[in-house]
C-alpha cells in the first residue's frame, strides 16, 4: 500500500500539469481567438547581423498572408530580396508564434517572451541560443500594431 501512494501522487500531479495550458498555449488561443486576419505592425529584428540599418521593417499582412513589407528607409521589401529568408519567420503572427514555439521546445539556453494583453501576440522575444557565447542573440520586437478591418 506504501509504494502505490506515492504512484497515485505523482499520477495525480502529471496529470494537473499536463492538462494546465502555458503561457504560450494561452496566448495563442487569444491570437486565434480574435480572429485577426488583415493587420500592419512594425518588426525589429535585433542581432549581429548585416542587415541591422534597415531596421525596423514595416509588414502588412491581408488574409493571413503578408501583404508588404518596407524597411525604415521606405522602400519596399519583396521576396527576392537577400535578407527575406532571415525576415520569413517573422512576417505573420502566425509564423512568429510557428518560430517562437520552435525556440521554446528546441535546445535555446534562455528564451524571454512578453505578449500583448489584448491579443495575445508576442510583443518582445529575447533569444540566447549558447548562454557562454558571444553574438548570438536574437531579439523580436513588435510594435505599432493595428488591425485594418
Not at 29 to 49: M, P, S
Not at 70 to 99: C, H, N, Q
Not at 128 to 144: C, F, G, M, R
Amino acid at each position: 500500500m506504501k509504494k502505490i501512494i506515492p504512484l497515485v501522487l505523482a499520477f495525480i500531479l502529471a496529470a494537473c500539469s499536463a492538462s494546465a495550458p502555458s503561457e504560450y498555449d494561452r496566448n495563442l488561443e487569444k491570437w486565434q481567438g480574435a480572429n485577426i486576419t488583415r493587420y500592419r505592425y512594425t518588426l525589429f529584428i535585433g542581432c549581429f547581423c548585416v542587415f541591422m540599418d534597415q531596421m525596423p521593417l514595416t509588414v502588412e499582412v491581408r488574409d493571413g498572408e503578408v501583404a508588404s513589407v518596407t524597411r525604415s528607409d521606405g522602400t519596399a521589401v519583396s521576396p527576392s530580396d537577400s535578407f527575406y529568408e532571415f525576415y520569413e519567420p517573422y512576417l505573420t503572427m502566425d509564423r512568429l508564434f510557428l518560430e517562437l514555439e520552435t525556440v521554446l521546445t528546441g535546445d535555446a539556453d534562455v528564451v524571454a517572451v512578453t505578449y500583448d494583453p489584448v491579443h495575445g501576440f508576442p510583443l518582445n522575444i529575447a533569444i540566447d541560443y549558447i548562454e557562454e557565447a558571444i553574438d548570438d542573440e536574437l531579439s523580436i520586437q513588435v510594435s505599432n500594431f493595428v488591425t485594418l478591418e
